[in-house]
């Protein structure tokens, strides 16, 4: 089982830097792919980033590559998002989640939000 924590979030400029925190308890952190999440306001969630349980492959959505990067510290049982020249469209609750078993994430935190003006 796996509990999931968020932190990070809050309002920032466009243009900005932010990097959002998920801390992991409850089963090996190695053992287990995770990924961010966001969901806007009156829009459905949409996928941000995952990144493979030993940190060997990542995957983003076009709308943040090159400006957003996933990683994990596993001795610290923590993943991170970093995310950098925030826009006004980046705005949203921001989950992590992780995926114990292949093809679905099961395990989803409380969610942080991330607010960027313009």
């Known amino acids: 089982q796996v509990q999931l924590v968020e932190s990070g979030g809050g309002l920032v400029q466009a243009g900005g830097s932010l990097r959002l925190s998920c801390a992991a308890s409850?089963?090996?952190?190695?053992?287990?792919?995770m990924g961010w999440f966001r969901q806007a306001l009156g829009k459905e969630r949409e996928f941000v980033a995952s990144i493979s349980s030993g940190a060997g492959s990542t995957s983003y959505a076009d709308s943040v590559e090159g400006r957003f990067t996933i990683f994990r510290d596993n001795a610290k049982n923590t993943m991170y998002l970093q995310m950098n020249s925030l826009k006004p469209e980046d705005t949203a609750l921001y989950y992590c989640a992780a995926q114990i078993y292949s093809g679905r994430f099961q395990y989803w935190g409380q969610g942080t939000q991330v607010t960027v003006s313009s």
């Open positions: 409850g089963r090996t952190f190695g053992s287990y792919s």
